[in-house]
């Protein structure tokens, strides 16, 4: 084998063996390492070669002697080429490589690492030969047990000797079953036709993410609910989807995970960087240089990674409605078919908006790891939040920059005011306000919000009425003189500035209350979500029947321009389904039901037996008022301290603080939210113990509070979704179109800052200690924190699965805060970061209290 | 994509084509919402990687401090970004296409 360039140099100067040379050994009585492979290491590492130049640099100064000088030069001159080619310092861009063959260009510029692709297939490979080895042993065994069991079938062995060949038969066939997650998968592809199995789980994951199945980001109680969730993801991927599809999902997620995955990357160019500019000994050109090109090389394989991404999104999204549209042909002559084609085209442009918006997160992050100081900025401003600034700046643009991207979009054909529409971000920025007047309206932010910001409106406009239902409320409110203006200006196309006026008022005075209500719908946003109803209830009621829709168009404008139709004063869209009873309850606080409508359909068969509660409890627990949620938040407030509230009992409104996020929790947590569903009572008439369900709580052996359901104040015997009176109420427009924005959570929780994540590494550590060192002593600990053994298990285990804790404090249980700080508490010294985040703790513990 | 085919999909009537002429306009609403947004960050995205390191941060101080100063963006773009226009045509023509591959 010829030798590499490099070992030519350094045998021509210094003394080896001829025998040594003949064995390949060095000066330094080593052998180089690979070349066995055709590759050279150098023996030094990078850091020595450095020093070895700094200590010549230094004689050579010192020295008077020319042939000395000439010589160190020479040396000087040998070690910088050594360094410069030591793998550690060398790195080549995308083009050199390609040079070399290492990278592949095909005609659509799309590349595929040789380097990669080779090391994977030798894994392959390899563990194919081990496979087929298996497999072999696996004949030969079978031969084998063939032989045994003809030896077995001749008889004459007694109960031990035939119990030894079963167990010897059994250990052979344990010997043959893969192992490994690879092998399994590899020997499934073997088994399975449909080669659904030759992607991993977690790339199975990813496509069904894509496919709304499965939600990273979201709200599982713990690591078993993840997985419970997981399973139910993977096995309606299969069913529902093609393997064309899953491949194209596969193949879109693993390039989005590339370019994510370079955030990593360009981390640890960082830190390699930092080190070397520290390092005295090392020449600051050299090491400037390497940087450079290394991320020069990141952002060729940025380029590279977006070449191939956008057909790869343009294949999931024509796979995705083959399959759809191949499915639906059975329903061809149904009278629902066009509806049905429809909401598979809907399905269609949901997952593609939803997934190039997780790409462009991926961007952001990765951009933002190579110019943090302005990328930051970036992806503040494209925060989908309230409190993002291109959300603030909305109320002072005008109203044709708004809509002319919109315009661009539809294609209709109006003229595209882009230096000023993009130059200030305004695009997004009316986006973000078209989004969050949607939330206000019930679309994001749904009833809690909706209810707190248009029910003072409402009340504002006529004055609140005790005795009214908040139907009467809302009537009352349409026939009001301001409703009625506002109606008007709604219809007024030739006063259309005084109309943009009034609506921006509102929308200022909006603006003031999602500020105040701000932390409550950042805590509960998930929850809010799913009491997403009151889009044909309470505004439609507000605005006069116009639908919701037509205050966001009003607000942002398109229909100004005629993008969208008019639909001003038509008819109410029903968001309840029809099958559902009218009349209902809902949980929270509920209309007052005094004229509302008895269901003759009802039909109540409870199971009866002994009751465990009071009657007083029973009448607080009973629904009537207040739907479900609303009761047991009554019995929480009730009995506080009975309930976990660790702060003062005399400070009401603590409790009442309290007790909101509580139920929710033990709504939850007894099934009766979740999974973008919510129980809701049928109007049982006349309010009252007799004819109404009860939902009284009490705490059960293992610390958990439980909802028991009673009927006539004695146990009805059924739980969860199953009553008669009961039903699951779900927002109806996710079933159509599921927004892109409402789908992905804000980047801000996928995008962290190196701090942040900084304070994660620091926290998961501690935690991570305390749950090794806690294992035995949870129980003491318990005690320590006035809590159950269950709870500080749980706790420690969710914080442990929790990736993001500092972005995710506002959401910790009292737990979780009582655990963090106590084990902050417990270190005898805090660093900057984990200060930091103690005293962040310490606000939320003081607000609570 | 040559600019005459960048007009030509800026020209299509994305619902129409679409064959969702009909739907409910918050559904359209909807649609809408979500691609502004995308299309817009990917404008953004696509403008400040053509930019220096220098020059982006000097862009995100202004986004940061005065977001609603129009003539100072468009003065900076129209200078460090002479082709903003057309990249952003094409950002939009490009996601729209992908919207309507859907469409046989």
Known sequence: MEKPKEIEIISSHTDVKESDKKEGIDMYGKKPLGEEEGGYVPRKTAEEIRQEISELKKSLKSTNYVGDKESIEKEIIRLESELKNSPNTKLKTASELAMEGKIAWDKGNKTEKKETKESTEAEINKIKDEIEKRNKRLAELDEEDEKLKKELEKGGYDKDQIENIKNLLAKRKNETEPTTPIEQNIAGKNENKEGKEKYSREELLNAAEIFCKFNRAGYYKNPEGAKVAEEEALKKLKAEHSEREIEAAVKVSGKRNQLSNLKDELKRIEKEHKTAENDPYADSSIVSAKYKQQIQDIKDKILLIDNDYNPLLKELGVSNIDNQLKNLEKYENDADYNKKVQNARLFNLSILQTEKLRYQDAQVATNSAINPKAWDKIKNFFKRGVESKAFQGYAKMGRFTRTALNAAIVGGGTAILWPSAIAAGLGVTSFLAYKTVKGLVGGTFGFGLSKKIFQPMVRGSYGHDEKLTTQDQQGEAVKSAEMSNLEQLAKDKENSEKRAETLEKIFEENIKLCDKYKDRIDKNKKLFKRNNFIIGTLIPGVLGGMGASVLTDWVAGPQVLGILPHHGGGAIKETIPDNHPKGNVTPGESPDLKGEHVLPEVIVTPKTGGSMFDEETLKMATVGKRGIEGVVRDQLEAHPAKFGFNGDINDKLAIHKWSGTKADLIAIDNNYKGGGTETWVKDMGEPGLKGNPAYPIDIDANGKITIHEYFDGKPSGTGGLNSPYEYEHASPTSQRYISALDNTPDMSENTLSLAQENMNQSLHGLVHENLTELSGNIPDYATVLGTTTDKVHSALLDLENTKDIVGNISKLNPEQINLLSKILELQPKLTPDTQAFKNALDTITNSQN | ?104
């Not at chain 2, 999909?9 to 306009?25: H, Q, T, V």
């Open chain 2, 1 to 104: 994509m040559n600019k005459d085919e960048i007009e030509k999909i800026l020209g299509m009537d994305l619902f129409k084509e679409l064959n969702l002429e009909d739907i409910e306009p918050e559904i359209k609403q909807s649609i809408l919402d979500d691609a502004g947004y995308v299309v817009t960050r990917g404008i953004w995205i696509k403008m400040m990687e053509g930019l220096s390191e220098e020059k982006q941060i000097e862009l995100s101080k202004m986004l940061e401090n005065d977001p609603e100063n129009v003539e100072a963006f468009t003065n900076f773009i129209k200078k460090e970004i002479p082709n903003y226009e057309d990249l952003a045509k094409e950002e939009v023509a490009n996601y729209k296409s992908l919207l309507l591959a859907q469409v046989k």
